[in-house]
T-cell receptor, first 112, second 113 residues
Framework: NAGVTQTPKFQVLKTGQSMTLQCAQDMNHEYMSWYRQDPGMGLRLIHYSVGAGITDQGEVPNGYNVSRSTTEDFPLRLLSAAPSQTSVYFC???????????FGPGTRLTVT | QKEVEQDPGPLSVPEGAIVSLNCTYSNSAFQYFMWYRQYSRKGPELLMY????GNKEDGRFTAQVDKSSKYISLFIRDSQPSDSATYLCAMSVRLDTGNQFYFGTGTSLTVIP
């Protein structure tokens, strides 16, 4: 199993540009989530999904959209990038919302 | 007050030392407790997962939970340079829609050969 995969590994955007961060898992996990990690702030939940077709907001959802059309994929879309969205983004998955989560390798995003 | 408090360190120890990493929390409803290891420029990797007070051992790692004091610890015996990483504690609480996770900010550990 590849586990949780994320693309791209690095990305530089200009303010106002949009892009999609990709996340996929091959463990047939129901629950998937997106976090951002900033120095001194820890991991903060952006959006999560408890199954295909179901998504909900986390702690810091503003400026981000998600969709879950399949069990395997959970892309994160930045609608209009802002410098405050410069961060490392992690996708995670688990068997259910209550069980331990497995993380992808992360995407380092810089918005200038 | 943050839900989960973790000393950021950095912590530097000689090879072979016993390492103690700690987190405190404020929400007595937390039921599940986890420790993650994160190497530089990598994603967090699950190390330990427990849901009860007491100790849980896995090789050189021991997770300890004290629910009465709202305190969890991770002990690393015979520490190795390969243990150098940031260690994140995490906890979850059951909500109507399922469990919600909370993470500490991480403690940076360096094991010196």
């Amino acid at each position: 199993n590849a586990g949780v995969t994320q693309t791209p590994k690095f990305q530089v955007l200009k303010t106002g540009q949009s892009m999609t961060l990709q996340c996929a898992q091959d463990m047939n996990h129901e629950y998937m989530s997106w976090y951002r990690q900033d120095p001194g702030m820890g991991l903060r939940l952006i959006h999560y999904s408890v199954g295909a077709g179901i998504t909900d907001q986390g702690e810091v959802p503003n400026g981000y959209n998600v969709s879950r059309s399949t069990t395997e994929d959970f892309p994160l879309r930045l609608l209009s990038a802002a410098p405050s969205q410069t961060s490392v983004y992690f996708c995670a998955s688990s068997y259910s919302k209550g069980s331990e989560q497995y993380f992808g390798p992360g995407t380092r995003l810089t918005v200038t | 007050q943050k839900e989960v408090e973790q000393d950021p360190g950095p912590l530097s120890v000689p090879e072979g030392a016993i390492v103690s990493l700690n987190c405190t929390y404020s929400n007595s409803a937390f039921q599940y407790f986890m420790w993650y290891r994160q190497y530089s420029r990598k994603g967090p990797e699950l190390l330990m997962y427990t849901y009860s007070s007491g100790n849980k051992e896995d090789g050189r790692f021991t997770a300890q939970v004290d629910k009465s004091s709202k305190y969890i610890s991770l002990f690393i015996r015979d520490s190795q340079p390969s243990d150098s990483a940031t260690y994140l504690c995490a906890m979850s609480v059951r909500l109507d829609t399922g469990n919600q996770f909370y993470f500490g900010t991480g403690t940076s550990l360096t094991v010196i050969p």
